[in-house]
């Protein structure tokens, strides 16, 4: 059978060795088909440093750093720079742990073809079309077959034969390995590659990914990787309904193919049910990148939350107006981008509230953050904002406001208890905005409306003097902010669950979410009210 990478022996040699033998050891070696994946993206992104002269980067010259500098460059688009993590995670477990998953193999390894594919689209024929992928078929007989009646001579006869077939395919794999090892000295050798500046290259990175169409056992992949990187234990092959998984206290499930009485699919299994400990808090539908992600959460999702089994009632919590589960999540794996909204991103519906729809988010909930919301009361919050005084908003011995910045404050809880998510407030310079913030994160923190704010500055200059008026405006009973709540400064990367305000600049914030190669990253919930310094509040939930 010819391999499905030999589109690539043209223009990337390496990269046709590396995925060929990736195939010859899917069904005899799976830890060496996992290791030469691996080695397929690192030597792309080598390719990729090579053929675009990108600087490598200073410091630690390695392959997660490496990728960080192409992102960057805007040569990684989020949904690739998936894919190499992926490749990147499943390498790492194979070589320390010696992992030889055989289900993780097949699906990485067409991954790992529709991977070369839009490279070949971005640095070998621009107009290149695959021709699809076929899993590589297994070369063996039955015992029956091989050890059924025979003479001792016939029998004889087929071990001799069977043992240079091994010697064979061994001799092969050798000359494969040797090859690769050779092209891997010089990566240019051979290579036909489109000249392009390097913003055309990005144009052309982004322009490829439409053309990349994962499958669902593929998104799926994704998706636990990314839901593992907030506090879930997800593994969408292993922890399964069908193989026994099942809710446990202490533990954080994400549990794949989950049974229901539904009938709007063929088998009325949810894609994922998560639990936190026994707690049915959410169902997850994984679809195709084409799918129109919302209305599966209207289709299907609804659908699953509804038709719990009674077996299960169990781990209902509560039941709202019909609805077993109440958070609710359809995705088809990629990173939200406005101008594919309804096609890409993670959309979610909180189902407690009928009125409630569904809207997009750039990340996933944490266990931790969906039982915070589970907690949060917000018709009794936005009650409570209402008739809370504002005495402490104009005493003069504390913030000593001017009525135009109660105005402001006033303005911006009824949007807020109105639903609106994004608020502009726009004060002249010395008009004191710190100080305005100052008395509505703490009226919105009070009376229970958010539970963790973050305040974004632009440079470190700002949140200095942030952090300056939190530490010395008294508020309430000679307290200052700073004596209220646990607040985390500038210096401190992370947070914990009694953090109440994080001081923290825009760059920090991207490196934590866009550059971050490590095992844990921030949570959508981790914050519900982002205060923008001298731009905009953004309410999230």
């Not at 200073?58 to 500098?69: L, S, V």
């Not at 091994?166 to 690769?180: N, P, T």
């Not at 289709?299 to 209902?316: G, L, R, T």
């Amino acid at each position: 059978m010819k391999s499905n990478y030999a589109f690539l022996n043209d223009h990337f040699p390496a990269l046709a060795g590396m995925g060929s033998l990736a195939e010859d050891y899917l069904y005899t070696d799976g830890n060496s088909c996992l290791i030469k994946l691996g080695l397929f993206g690192e030597t792309m992104v080598n390719l990729m440093m090579a053929l675009d002269g990108v600087i490598p980067p200073e410091g630690e010259n390695t392959h997660a750093n490496r990728i960080k500098t192409l992102k960057r460059e805007g040569l990684i688009p989020a949904a690739i720079d998936d894919i190499f993590y992926a490749l990147r995670k499943a390498r790492n477990r194979a070589v320390h742990e010696g992992y030889d998953g055989f289900d993780d193999a097949v699906i990485l390894l067409e991954m790992a073809y529709k991977l070369g594919v839009w490279f070949m689209q971005v640095y070998g024929d621009w107009q290149y079309e695959p021709g699809g992928f076929e899993l590589p078929k297994q070369q063996h007989h039955t015992e029956a077959v091989r050890y059924g009646k025979k003479t001792k001579a016939q029998l004889k006869q087929q071990q001799q034969q069977e043992a240079a077939e091994k010697a064979q395919l061994v001799s092969q794999l050798e000359e494969k390995e040797a090859l690769i090892t050779a092209l891997q000295k010089d990566l240019r050798q051979g290579l036909a590659a489109t000249p392009a500046t390097l913003q055309q290259r990005a144009r052309q990175a982004k322009t490829a990914i439409d053309h990349l169409n994962l499958s669902e056992a593929e998104t799926r992949y994704l998706i636990d990787t990314q839901l593992g990187k907030v506090g879930w234990e997800a593994d969408s092959v292993r922890l399964t309904y069908a193989n026994g998984v099942r809710p446990e206290k202490g533990r954080n499930l994400a549990i794949a193919e989950w049974p229901t009485d539904s009938t709007v699919s063929k088998t009325g299994y949810a894609d994922y049910a998560l639990f936190v400990s026994t707690a049915l808090v959410g169902i997850i539908e994984a679809k195709r990148s084409a799918i129109d992600i919302p209305a599966v959460i209207d289709y299907q999702c609804k659908s699953y939350a509804q038709a719990v089994k009674e077996s299960d009632a169990a781990y209902v919590i509560n039941n709202w107006d019909g609805y077993k589960a109440p958070f609710l999540f359809a995705t088809n794996g990629r990173k939200y981008l406005k101008q594919l909204e309804t096609k890409s991103g993670i959309w979610f519906r909180d189902a407690r509230n009928e009125a409630n729809i569904p809207r997009a988010l750039q990340g996933w909930m944490s266990p931790e953050g969906m039982m915070e919301l589970l907690a949060t009361d917000i018709a009794a919050a936005n009650t409570a904002l209402k008739t809370m005084p504002a005495n402490f908003l104009t005493d003069t011995n504390g913030l000593n406001l001017r009525p135009y910045q109660i105005e402001a404050i006033t303005a911006a809880e009824t949007a807020i208890i109105q639903g609106q998510e994004k608020i502009l407030l726009s004060m002249a310079t010395g008009t004191g905005k710190t100080r305005t913030m100052l008395g509505l994160i703490y009226r919105l923190l009070k009376t229970g409306r958010f539970k963790r704010v973050l305040f974004l500055v632009d440079r470190s200059a700002l949140g200095e003097q942030a952090q300056d008026v939190f530490r010395e405006v008294k508020l309430e009973d000679l307290m200052t902010l700073d004596e209220i709540y646990n607040i985390k400064n500038l210096d401190d990367r992370d947070i914990d669950r009694e953090t109440k305000i994080h001081v923290a600049t825009v760059q920090s914030l991207v490196k934590r979410i866009l550059y971050n190669d490590a095992d844990t990253i921030p949570a959508v919930s981790d914050y519900d009210l982002i205060v923008v310094d001298d731009a905009v509040i953004l309410g999230l939930n």
